[in-house]
């Protein structure tokens, strides 16, 4: 009997995941490694390969064997594989350690005969995806604090002021007289004639401090001080070319604020205010007198309006938006409440428009349009939010950026903002919001129950689910997943649109947190998936701390947010932001 070929390892044993090098050495981010080599055979027979893993000295070279408890030489044996492919083995825990270089190499056997030599050393050195500190006792972090966001109005109007020179006017009188208003353009270098001192206060606080010609909101604020200036011009009448007989103008700016609840609105229905700040700066004595009434409208099935009122804003005297010559740069404001006395949910659309008129002939008055909310303005009141014991109002058009307190909660944030980078869409960030799971949704169970986030969390990580081994340092293991159950971006929320939905947490990113160093890691975990995550994931399971994962999302939703089902919001993670790649560890960074 003719004696067979012996089996040949291959000449570039790679170690992962992620199966990349710098330089010579592989990164392995998982200190449960897999280490891989192919293997052939000219005899077509299929073989095992045997790892044999050492630490190394100064120069890189082997030092010390690595052993393991497989079997009574303390080595790693694949399984038989066919000839031309790649056998691999994967490290047991608690046998590597992070930031530490070893080297590896392999000899193959076909099940009678032994390779006479080993394949070329490889060296492999384990770094974790992030490293972060223990959690940080105290943080100045706030998780749900809002910046507010500049809006461009789709609708102004058809003669609103944003176009320069709008002019509407009266039907002419008798002796061919007309009033007109004409619009223009807020002017960026235009000052507020606001004083911080005044006895009507700003419904928006913070709007004093921004520049005139830009509009801006948040969940429940409108500052807008892009309304603009006017005209209201009486004609002489006859002779176009003639002067007119007189002219005043006005500086105009609005706010509306929306309240999310009881506490801030102090009524037992959903409520919302408005404002418009009219300053005059200069009145034509020939006028005898000038007059504005501001229309405030509501599209909405269940909305009760009061009457617009006018006060002077520095004495807080009742007015009627009227003014004397005498009284140029004296600001009078007029303002109106709208309660919602609705069930379930309303959005609710905003007109406005003005109406000036003179003294000196009272049968003429010019009419002109403030343009309507569009979609930036409407305000939706609603009585389902959950967190809130009575109906309440927000202008959803706002997206709310919920920040991780990474100080606080360091290992939930290096988790998150790791399958923000690696998930197709990069959800909660950018142009693709993450969108909440709210008590309104009409998806159902197969049993016909409102979906909830634990239904979504039970395709993810099921109780069966085994945690991946931690240690005691880490505290309580739990299983967290990205994006959250609380959102329709879940790898378990079950819509047809969901291009994250997977049949199972085993279709994840696996990842979990443990010590590194002097430090702690995020690693791969080989377990379920020995490639690690890949850069297209849909979802990600982790084995993170129960406190770091309850802790991390437990202000979400805010109750000033007033979230309803499919409301979009962003996710930051301050600590990791500063990295702008996954290919190399990130470092955590304290947020002050």
Known sequence: MTAGSRPESGKTPKAGPEFKKTGDVWTATSPETVLRNTVTDADGDKSTETFEVWTTDADGKAKDLVKFPTNDDGVLVSSYVSSGSTAEVTVPPGKLKPGVTYTFHTSAFDGGLYETKWSPWAKFRISPYATFPAPQTSSNIDPVAQKAQEIFRSDPGALAIRKAGGTNCSKADAQGRQVCLKFHPASEKQKSLL????????????????????????????????VGSAELIFTSGGDKDKPPFGMATFNFQQRLKAYPNKTSGGSDFAEFDQQLFVT????????????????????????????VAWKDYKTGEAERGYWLDSEVGQTQVA???????????????????MVGAVDVDLDLAARANFGTSGNELKVRCDNLSTGSATPGCVLPYYTPTYTMDTNKYPAAGAYYWFMQQRMIGKPGTGDAPMHYLGPDTTKTTPSGKPWTSKDSRNIVCPTAWKKHPTDASMGEPSCDEFAMASTHESGGYPDAGNKYLVSSGDKCAQLYANPSGSSFGLFADTREDTNGP??????????????????????????????LDNDAFYLSNPGFEHCTTTSSTCTWKKIS
């Not at 890949?534 to 979230?563: D, L, V, Y």
């Open 534 to 563: 890949s850069n297209t994931e849909k979802c990600g399971r982790a084995t993170i701390s129960e406190p770091q994962n309850e802790g991390a999302f437990h202000k979400f939703p805010a109750p000033a947010w007033r979230m």
């Open 335 to 353: 303002s109106t409440t709208t309660k919602w006395t609705g069930t379930g949910k309303e959005t609710i659309g905003l007109t406005w428009d």
């Open 195 to 226: 004083s911080p001192r005044a006895e009507v206060p700003d419904l928006v606080s913070w709007c004093s401090d921004k520049p005139s010609g830009h509009d801006y909101i948040n969940r429940a604020d409108a500052c807008l001080n892009n």
């Open 280 to 307: 005059p700066t200069s009145i034509d004595p020939q006028l005898l007198g000038v007059r504005l009434t501001w229309n405030a409208g509501t599209v909405c099935d269940h909305c009760t309006s009061t009457q």
